[in-house]
Structure formats: C-alpha cells, structure tokens
C-alpha cells in the first residue's frame, strides 16, 4: 500500500510518521478517532488537516499494526 500523506523525517518529530510534512503525527489523528471525536471536531483544531488525510492516517495504522503480532492477554 502507498501513502503519499504519511512522511517520515528523521530531523521533524523524532522520525514519528506525521500527515503531510505537518508537525502533526499519524498517533495524534488515530488518538484522536479512537477517543470518540468526529471528523468535523478534529478538522476544526487542526485547519490544516484534510479529511483524506485521515482516512490516510487511519489506513496508516491498520497497515502497520497488520505488520507484527500483537499479544493478546486472554481474561
């Protein structure tokens, strides 16, 4: 899969995958979603996110946790 808003610079953020060159990272967008905020909110702190950008920022995420096992503790 090829994300072309996702870019990974050693010299901006430590390296953290971030949406479009932004000083915003791919964690903060899917933190975000997954605390129960809507696109629209999400859009309204962050002018300069897209909404495509956070589709990206979430296919970005299924696609990396997709890469490695993660485990899993049973009750």
Do not use: N
């Amino acid at each position: 899969m090829r994300f072309t808003r996702i870019t990974v610079d050693p010299r901006q953020m430590g390296g953290v995958p971030c949406i479009r060159g932004l000083r915003i990272p791919v964690a903060t967008v899917v933190g975000m979603i997954a605390d129960g905020m809507a696109e629209a909110e999400i859009l309204a702190d962050y002018p300069d996110l897209e909404a495509e950008d956070i589709c990206e920022a979430l296919r970005y995420a299924a696609d990396a946790v997709r890469e490695r096992a993660l485990p899993l503790t049973v009750p």
